[in-house]
């Protein structure tokens, strides 16, 4: 997005119509364009600049206002406490400083800013990736680094590990992978304070059930010149299924993360050189053909795979499609994916492609089977 103005925009949704982006905002500030929008499903995206966590156990409340980096808010988001537990303990720390997407109907609520109340963890296009250590975390503590040259120093050691339990949401996802979390030992050999650097889940549970696991590890603690001193020590939590978690229709329930504000579109033309030796294209005319008027398809946006997100894989997929006369997706296939792809990645573009709905393509002027390529990209918002 190009321009101060611009950097928040609104997406307006239309059912299972294809997610289309506003022109870039010129004229009018974002709240201006938010508020053009009151009580209508949008998608609003901008730079998180504020963070407000009602206290509690569980916690409750949490807002936060989106706008340009460093400057003032163009509109409030809500979590309600009703929903809190919908998403994990430290979720304000995930978005913290972070480029978010939101899907709700924003409202006028007195004469601040537009409100946007989020129900749905589905609600969310972001990645779950923790902010920088803070300035200022564990100091005047030594960092375990720095005992290891030295002659009169004594590293902590491992006296008592917890490991972290599985969620059954996260297992039925099939989500693996380590949480990260850098800790001070004190000087009694407990963990004083900790601080997750790398997330696994921050939906499901996952990276709550490392936390959690991780306050009541113990150790013999650190000495240096015979003297007990707090110590800075990289935590490592992981999560592996053993044996692999029960595969149902060939696929893992989806994690609840869905892709970031992308428009998935049929191209106007099979643009590929594809080899058909399989026969994938018999007797189906190609869009972009002379004759072939290609379908249309009300399409659905896919989901951002957990390993592509965990690997950082982006790029866009082209699928090709045949589209039979009466509608009804006939074959899917990967025409072209890019370096770095994850089998996750095309998996899900076939599987989103395979639900859409067409209207059906016609060969001289009569409805018929049509080869056609989708458009699928998978690029991470931050």
Request: hydrophobic share 40%; proline share 9%; aromatic share 6%.
């Amino acid at each position: 997005m190009a321009g101060a103005r611009s950097l928040l925009a609104v997406l307006c949704l239309a059912s299972a119509f294809p997610v289309r982006a506003a022109d870039p905002l010129h004229d009018a500030g974002p709240s201006s364009e938010v508020g053009r929008h009151l009580n209508s499903t949008v998608v609003v995206c901008g730079h998180v600049v504020a963070v407000r966590q009602t206290p509690g156990n569980p916690p409750g409340e949490l807002a936060f206002d989106l706008g340009e980096p460093g400057g003032t808010a163009d509109v409030t988001v809500v979590i309600v406490r009703a929903h809190r537990a919908l998403f994990s303990s430290v979720f304000h720390r995930y978005i913290d400083r972070r480029q978010v997407c939101v899907e709700g109907e924003p409202q006028r609520k007195g004469g601040g800013l537009p409100v946007l109340n989020v129900n749905a963890v589905t609600g969310f296009r972001f990645v779950g990736v923790l902010p920088p250590v803070p300035e200022g975390f564990g100091r005047g503590v030594v960092n375990v680094t720095d005992l290891t040259d030295a002659a009169d120093g004594v590293k902590p050691h491992l006296v008592r590990q917890i490991n972290p339990r599985y969620t059954s949401a996260a297992m039925a996802a099939g989500i693996q992978g380590d949480v990260e979390i850098d800790a001070v030992v004190d000087t009694d050999g407990r963990i004083s304070s900790l601080l997750p650097t790398k997330s696994v889940d921050p939906f499901l549970g996952l990276d709550d059930e490392a936390i959690a696991a991780a306050r009541n590890w113990t150790f013999s603690p650190a000495t240096l010149r015979g003297q007990a001193v707090p110590t800075r020590v990289s935590l490592q939590l992981q999560f592996r299924l053993t044996p692999p978690p029960v595969v149902i229709e060939d696929r893992h329930a989806p994690y609840p993360v869905p892709l970031q504000i992308a428009a998935p579109k049929l191209m106007p033309e099979v643009t590929t050189t594809t080899n058909d030796a399989d026969g994938f294209g018999l007797d189906a005319g190609r869009v972009g053909h002379p004759g072939v008027t290609p379908p249309s398809a009300r399409v659905v946006p896919p989901r951002y795979p957990l390993d592509a997100l965990q690997q950082n894989a982006q790029g866009t997929i082209i699928v090709d499609v045949i589209v039979s006369g009466d509608g009804k997706v006939a074959r899917t296939r990967i025409a072209q994916s890019f370096p770095g792809s994850v089998p996750g990645t095309e998996a899900e573009a076939e599987r989103c492609v395979r639900a859409w709905t067409f209207t059906p393509g016609q060969v001289n002027g009569r409805p018929a089977a049509v080869w056609g390529q989708a458009l699928i990209d998978f690029h991470i918002r931050r």
